[in-house]
Every structure is written in C-alpha cells, then in structure tokens.
C-alpha cells in the first residue's frame, strides 16, 4: 500500500516552539501535501510540494520533500496554540493517478 | 460561496438498517472524492466521481456499498444492511477538475458525517 506514514504520532510542544513532523511513503509520487484536520472537523489543505521541488515556503510553513528517501517534513514554526489539530501528509502514486493516500496523522498539542 | 456541506453530521443505525451520507461539492466543482475515517487512523479514499460517472472505486467495499453523483443534486453514498466496522467517519471533498499531476488541484474537503452504528 501506498499509505504514508507519519512520526511521531503526537507531539506536544509549548506555544512559540517549532514543531516538526515528519511522513514517509513508499512508491514514486508526482506531488506531496500536507493537510491539517481540527478535531471532529474535515481537512483544511495547508501546503503542496512537488516532486521535482525540494523544499517550499508558506507563512510559518516550511516543508522538504526528498525524493531518494520517500520522506518529507513539515516544520511549523513559532506555534500558535491555534495550531492544535491532526496533521496529516497525502500522496498521490504515479501510476494511478485518481486517489491520494493519506498517512495516519501526527496529533500536535500546543501548550500555551 | 459554500463550502462542501456534508449531511446529516450524525447518523445513528441500528444493524441491518441503510445510511445515506450525503455531500454537496462547493459550486463549480464537478468532481466528488469519498474518504472513510476510522478512529485514530487516516483517511482511506473510497470512491472518486464525476456527474453522472463513477470514475474509481478502487477503494469501496465490493458488497453494500455503493455511491452516485447525478446530474442535479447531491452526492450520495449509501450503505446497506450497516455493521457495526461500518461505524467511521465519513469524508466528501471536490475539486473543479480532476485531481492529476497536470492540475495538481488540492480538494476541499466537507466537515463528515459521523456514522455510529449500534
């Protein structure tokens, strides 16, 4: 299967720190994202990276892709107790096209 | 513009009864993606649909299960003759085009409907 993985599975940090997460995947990909689910909520989209790009900005989003390692991370940075939620990376898989796979998420907890 | 809406946000079912989750994409999206949510996991994609046409099922359970997107109204995925592993929550998100590498469009998901079955 192609469903990630993410690590850790929870993190609990305190507000103002950064906060890293990390995914892994097992078969070649076109892009990456990284999503963020709020409790009892659906999936807000936060960041895309693709396949030939190896690192990308949004705001104090900052995410790497490695392609020879089937990894990426999604560092937050200057964590707002706002920014508690599951977050989750999905990956599409070359040859399919239609579905992405989701990993199974790492639960960030901000401490203010 | 409204956002993917999902309803009812609850459903309960007694064993061997049918639920019908329903999702209205945001408007001008044509494309329809069923994920299923179980506790403590990620989302396991279902199905991926556009009007009137199923395009993947790859990930729907080949017995009661099944999904429609008509031409006019909503999405809807239907489950017969619930169990009790049928008890998950149930994601819907659209997209305007198809979600390929050619577009890499992000999908906008609706907030579930939780299905307990009892």
């Known amino acids: 299967s192609q469903q990630g993985e993410e690590d850790p599975q929870a993190l609990s940090i305190q507000e103002g720190e950064n906060a890293t997460m990390n995914c892994s995947y097992k078969?070649?990909?076109?892009?990456l994202q990284w999503y963020r689910q709020n409790s009892g909520r659906g999936l807000v989209h936060l960041i895309l990276i693709r396949s030939n790009e190896r690192e990308k900005h949004s705001g104090r989003l900052r995410v790497t892709l490695d392609t020879s390692k089937k990894s990426s991370s999604l560092l937050i940075t200057a964590s707002r107790a706002a920014d508690t939620a599951s977050h989750f990376c999905a990956t599409d898989a070359q040859d399919t096209g239609n579905q992405f796979y989701f990993g199974t998420g790492t639960s960030l907890t901000v401490i203010p | 513009n409204a956002g993917v809406m999902q309803n009812p946000r609850h459903l309960v079912r007694r064993r061997g009864q049918e639920a019908r989750l329903r999702c209205s994409p945001m408007k001008g999206h044509s494309h329809v993606y069923w994920y299923r949510q179980l506790p403590e996991e990620g989302l396991k994609f279902m199905v991926y649909l556009q009007k009137e046409n199923i395009i993947d099922e790859s990930g729907m359970p080949k017995e009661r299960f099944s999904a429609e997107f008509p031409k006019e109204g909503p999405s809807i995925l239907r489950i017969q003759q619930v169990v009790r592993g049928d008890s998950a929550a149930y994601f819907c998100?659209?997209?305007?085009?198809?979600?390929?590498?050619?577009?890499?469009?992000?999908?906008?998901f609706g907030s579930g409907t939780q299905l307990s079955v009892l």
């Open positions: 998100a659209s997209s305007p085009t198809a979600w390929n590498t050619a577009t890499n469009e992000k999908l906008f």
């Open positions: 078969t070649s990909i076109n892009n």
